[in-house]
C-alpha cells in the first residue's frame, strides 16, 4: 500500500504563488509515476500533471500550462506542484496521485491522497 500526503494549500489572492507538495509512504514508490489531480466544487475530477520516475516525461493539462510546474525529488519521495499566476478558476481540492506509467488519464491512477485545499480570491 502506498499513502500520499499532501500539504502546501491555502487562500491566496489572484496572481499569487503556491508550491504543493506531496510526501510517499509506505509500499515503494520507486518507479511510479506522479500527478496531480484537481476538483472543484460542483465539477468533476480533471489532470492538472504528471511526472515519470526519471523526469523524463511529464504531461501537463493545457488550462495550467505555463503556469503550473510539476517536479519530483526521489531521494525524498516527494513530488511538488509550483503553481504560479494562480487564477480563481483554480480554486479546488488539488489531489496527490500515483500510477504505474505516465499517464494523463484519470483512471490509470491507483493510489490517492486525501487532497488539500486551494482557495484563489479575486
Known amino acids: 500500500q502506498v499513502q500520499l500526503v499532501e500539504s502546501g494549500g491555502g487562500v491566496v489572492q489572484a496572481g499569487g504563488s503556491l508550491r504543493l507538495s506531496c510526501a510517499a509512504s509506505?509500499?515503494?514508490?520507486?518507479?511510479?509515476?506522479m500527478g496531480w489531480l484537481r476538483q472543484a466544487p460542483g465539477k468533476e475530477r480533471e489532470f492538472v500533471a504528471s511526472?515519470?520516475?526519471?523526469?523524463?516525461?511529464?504531461y501537463t493539462a493545457d488550462s495550467v500550462k505555463g503556469r503550473f510546474t510539476i517536479s519530483r525529488d526521489n531521494a525524498k519521495n516527494t513530488v511538488y506542484l509550483q503553481m504560479n499566476s494562480l487564477k480563481p478558476e483554480d480554486t479546488a481540492d488539488y489531489y496527490c496521485?500515483?500510477?504505474?506509467?505516465?499517464?494523463?488519464?484519470?483512471?490509470?491512477?491507483?493510489?490517492w491522497g486525501q487532497g488539500t485545499q486551494v482557495t484563489v480570491s479575486s
Open positions: 496521485a500515483a500510477a504505474r506509467s505516465p499517464t494523463y488519464r484519470i483512471h490509470d491512477f491507483e493510489y
Open positions: 509506505g509500499r515503494t514508490v520507486a518507479g511510479a509515476a
Open positions: 511526472i515519470s520516475w526519471d523526469g523524463g516525461m511529464i
